[in-house]
C-alpha cells in the first residue's frame, strides 16, 4: 500500500505532469518547437547548449533543443532518444550537431542531425512519418521509414553499415543504397567514391548498441502511450498501482515516506527556454517534463 503522504505527492505530481504536458503539447503545436531528451550518459560527455557558456558537463535526462551541439569524449558514450523511442546513440570520440528539430505544419516531425566526426548508431522507428536526416561528410542518409544503422566518419573516410532495411546514402557522387547486412565506405579524398563491401564488418560497440536496442525494446513494448521517450526506464525502475479516486500511478521501487523526489537533479539554462529542471535519477524524464 502507498503511505498517505507518497500517494499525495503521487498524485500531485501527476496531474502536475498531465497539465504541464498539456500545455507543453498546445505551445510546442504552435511553435513547432521540439525538444528531445539525453538519454544516457557514460564516462565524460559534453554539452553546449548556445547559451555563450560553450560545452559544459552533460548529464542524464539533460534536453536536447535545437541547435545543441554534443561531444563525447575518449572514454565517453552517450544515448539521445526521440519522442517516439527512436534513438542515436555516440561511441567515444563523436561530435553531433542538432540542426534541425521542429515539426511542420502537419504536426510530422522533422530531425535533422549532423555526425561531425567519429560513430553514431541510428535505431529510427519511422512512426507517423516522421522525418530523420543524418548528415555526415559529403554524405546524408534520409529516413521516412524504419532503419537501424551504424555510421563513421573523419577526415578521411566515411562507412555505412546497415543492420535492419535497405537505406540509401545520397552525396556528391551521387546516390548508393545499402542493403541490409551489408557496409559501403567513402574514400573522402576521392569525392567520396563508394566501395561495397560483401559483409558488415563487426565494430566493439556493436554489442552495446544491440544491448540498448533490446532493453528499449523489452520495456517498453507494452507502451500504449504517444509518447515513447522515458516509458522504458519508468516500467523498468518502477511500476503502476491503482489508486482509487486517481486511477493507475506510477511509483519508483525505491520510494519511501523520507524519500525527496527533487534530491537528485539541477536547473540548467536554455536559451529561448529559461531554466528546465532536468532530474539526475534514470527514470526521471516523464515525471518531470
Known sequence: MLNPRLRSFLCSIFAATLTSMLLSLAAMAESQVRIVRLSDV????????????????????????????????NNGRAEIEFEDGSALRLTPGTTVEFDTLNANDDGKRISRVKLVEGRAYVNWFGKSGDEFTLNFSQEKVSLTQPAHFRVTTSANSAEVASFKNEIEVTGAAGTVKVARDKMVSFDVQDNDRAAVAKNVVAD????????ASDYHDQYAKNNKTPVGYGASDLNYYGSYTNVPGYGNLWQPYFAGSGWDPFMD?????????GFLW????????????
Not at 566493439?204 to 544491448?211: A, K, M, S
Not at 532536468?278 to 517534463?289: D, E, I, K, Q, R
Open 265 to 273: 537533479g539541477a536547473w540548467s539554462w536554455y536559451p529561448g527556454y
Open 42 to 73: 557514460q564516462g565524460t560527455v559534453q554539452i553546449n547548449k548556445n547559451s555563450g557558456l560553450g560545452f559544459e558537463t552533460a548529464f542524464m535526462n539533460l534536453p536536447i533543443t535545437q541547435g545543441t551541439e554534443l561531444r563525447t569524449l
Open 278 to 289: 532536468a532530474s539526475a535519477y534514470p527514470w526521471g524524464w516523464l515525471p518531470y517534463n
Open 204 to 211: 566493439p560497440y556493436d554489442e552495446w548498441d544491440q544491448q
